[in-house]
C-alpha cells in the first residue's frame, strides 16, 4: 500500500506540472499538488517506523538501474516538510492570478518531484538528476511569482552558487563512485571501510561543500535572503520544509553512511562540520535581527536553523568516531527532531507573511496591529510557531534546543581532547544563537503583527487563518508528544548505529537524553501546568480590574503629547542596540542624501540609509564575478566572426591531431 501511494504522488505531481503548462487556470494543478501532498503524507504515516522494500524502476541510468527506497529517516523529514506544503500549495502564492502563477505552480510540482528523488533515489547519476531538478523548479517558482524587480538577478545568484555546489557533489559522488567500482549508493556503504584515509577527508568536505550550499552554510548564505525575498511565503514554505530537509537528508546520508567512522581525517570533517554550522548559525541569526522584511528575516533563520542541524549532525559524527555510539545516535536523531519543529514552524509564518502581504500590501515588518483584525486563530498559530523558533517552552523549538545541547553536555564523555574542546566550544556558540534568536522572533512578533494599529488592515480569510492555526497547533502537538512521537525513529537510529535510542529518550512522560540521571524534561507535563500556572496572574488581573478603574493615558514622551505613530517602535529601532555593539561582525554603512528646492540653500528633504553590509559578497563573490567576466573578454575573440580566424583554429587542430597520431604509441 505505501509503495502504491508513493506512485500516486508522483504521477499526481508530473501530471499537475504538465497541467500548469498547458490547461488554463490554476484550479487542476493546485488540486494534483495538494492530493498528490496528502498522498506523500498516508504513505510516510504508514511506513514509519519501519523501511519500505526497495523497488527497481525498470530503466538504467548509465549502466546502473535506477531504484527507489524510503527509510523511517527520510519518511520522517518528508512527512513534516508536505504538512506545511499543502497548505502553501492549497492557499497558492500571493502574486497575481494568471500565467504567472501557473509557472509557479509547475515550478512547485518540479521541487516536489526533485526532493523526492532526492530522498529516495539509491544511485548517483539519478540523484544528481533529481538534486538538479529541484533547484531548477526553485528557480521557477521565484521567476514565476515575479513579485520583485531583481527577481532575475537573485535567481541567478541562487542558481551560480547551487551550480558549485552541485559540482562538488559530482566530484564527491566520482570519488566515491571510482573506489567502490560502481555509483550505488549500497555499494559506496559496502566499500567505506577500505577507503583512503586522505580520501575521506577531500570526500567529506566536498559534501559539506555541496549540500552546504542549498542549506545556507558559509559563504552560501548569502543567496537566502535575495532570492526568498523575491519570492511570495508559498515558497518561502516549500524551500524551508522540503527542499531544506531533502539537502540536510543527503548530507547526513553521505557522512553517516559513504565515510569510514574512524581514524583521524573523519574525527577532522566531524570537527570541520561543528565548526562551520554554528558559525554559520552566528552569522546567519545576527543578520536576521537586523531584517526589516518578513521574508528575508526567516529566511536567514532557516539558514540559522539548518546551521544548528549541521553542527548536530558533525557532533553524530564525532561521537561515533570516538565510540560514543549511543550518544551518537541521540545527536543524528535531535538533528530530525529539530528540523520537524522547524518545518512546521517556519511554514507556519511564512504563510503568516503572505496574510501580513495580504492585509497590507507589503511584507515590511512594522506595526500594523494585525492581529487586532484578524483572527483570534490566526494569532494562536502564529503565537505558537514563533514561541517554538525562540525556543520557548513548551513548543517544538523548545525540546529540539535542549536536546541539542544536552547531547553537547554528554559529549564531555569522549576521551579525545580534541572532540572536548569542540564540543564546548559549540556549546557557547549555540548559546549565543538561541539568545539572538529569541530577541529576532519578539521582534518578529511584538513589531509585526501587535503595535497600534493605524494602517487599519483588512479581514484575512478563513482559510488561511485556518491553516497557520492547525500548522501552529501541529507544532505544540509535536512538542506535547514527542515522548510517543520520537519511538519511530527506532528502526533508523538501530540500522545506522546499531542502538535504539529512541527507547531510551524518554521515561513515561519524560524527556531524558539517553540518561534520567543527566537531565529531564516533559513538554506533556508543562502543556498542562502552564494553563493552571497562568490562573494566578489571570486572577490577580480581575481583582485589579474589579479594585481599580482600567485608565488610558498617552505614551509619555518628555512631557510632550506626541503622535503614536511618530514615536513607535520601528525594526530598525529594536535592532540597532545589537547592531551598534557587534559592528564588527555588522559593518554597518550609513547613507545621507539631500534633496534641494530652489538652489543649493533650501534642503527639501533628507534621505537616510542604513544597512548591513554583506560579508562574503565583496570580498569573495564580487572577486569572483570580475575574475569570470575578465575571462569572458578575453576568450570573446571565439565569436568574433572572422573566417580566417576559424580556419587557423582548425589547421592547429589538425597539427594536434597527425602529431598524436604520430608519435602517441
Known sequence: MPNELLLAMAVLWGLSFFAALLIPGRVPARIGIALGCIAGIAACWM??????????????????????????????LILFGLLPAFFASTLG???????????????????????????????????????????????????????????????????ALLEVGAVALLLALLLLGNHAGSSAFADFVAAQQTAPSTRTLVVGLLLLFGFGAKLGMLPFYEWFPAA????????????????LNAAFYALSRGVLEWLPRTGGWTMS?????????????????????????WRRLLSLSSA??????????????????????????????????????????????????????????????????LLRNASIFFG???????????????????????????????????????ARLTLALAAAGLALVVAVALATFAKLFGIGLLGDGHTTPVHLSWARCGAVFLLGLCVLILAVGMPWWVQALGSASQSLFGVSAPGAMKDHWLLVPLSGHFAFISPSKLVIAGPLL??????????SRSAFHLRRVPVWSGGRREDTRRIATTSLAFSNALRTFYGFIYGPTHNLEREYDHGPYFVKRLIFNQEVAPIFGPYLFSPLVGLVRRVAEKIGILQSGYLNFYNALIGILLVLILGLALFYR
Open 269 to 293: 570533517v566531524a570537527i570541520i562540520m561543528i565548526a562551520v554550522g554554528v558559525v554559520s548559525a552566528i552569522l546567519t541569526i545576527f543578520i536576521a535581527f537586523q531584517e526589516e522584511d
Open 47 to 76: 511506513i514509519l517506523p519501519g523501511t519500505e522494500s526497495l523497488v527497481s524502476l525498470g530503466f538504467c541510468v548509465s549502466d546502473t538501474p535506477v531504484r527507489f527506497q524510503l527509510d523511517a529517516g527520510g519518511c520522517w
Open 534 to 543: 497562568a490562573l494566578i496572574p489571570i486572577g490577580l488581573f480581575l481583582i
Open 304 to 369: 540559522e536553523n539548518a546551521g544548528v542541524a549541521v553542527g548536530t549532525l558533525g557532533t553524530s559524527l564525532l561521537l561515533a568516531v570516538v565510540g560514543l555510539s549511543g550518544l551518537a545516535a541521540l545527536a543524528w536523531i535531535v538533528c530530525l527532531l529539530h528540523l520537524a519543529g522547524h518545518s512546521l514552524a517556519k511554514g507556519t509564518l511564512f504563510l503568516t507573511a503572505d496574510g501580513v502581504f495580504t492585509a497590507n500590501e507589503s511584507y515590511f515588518i512594522h506595526q500594523t496591529g
Open 228 to 243: 526568498y525575498g523575491s519570492g511570495s511565503g508559498a515558497t518561502g514554505v516549500i524551500f524551508s520544509g522540503v527542499v
Open 93 to 159: 502564492t500571493t502574486a497575481a492570478p494568471g500565467i504567472n502563477s501557473r509557472c509557479w505552480l509547475a515550478g512547485l510540482a518540479m521541487t516536489l518531484l526533485g526532493a523526492l528523488g532526492v530522498f529516495g533515489l539509491q544511485d548517483a547519476m539519478s540523484f544528481l538528476i533529481a538534486w538538479e531538478v529541484m533547484s531548477i523548479g526553485g528557480a521557477v517558482m521565484i521567476l514565476g511569482e515575479q513579485l520583485a524587480q531583481g527577481a532575475g538577478g537573485s535567481t541567478l545568484f541562487m542558481l
Open 380 to 418: 494562536i498559530g502564529a503565537l505558537f510557531a514563533t514561541m517554538s523558533l525562540a525556543a520557548l517552552p513548551p513548543q517544538a523549538g523548545f525540546v529540539s534546543e535542549w536536546y541539542v545541547f544536552q547531547t553537547l553536555f554528554q559529549g564531555m564523555q569522549a576521551d579525545a581532547i580534541a
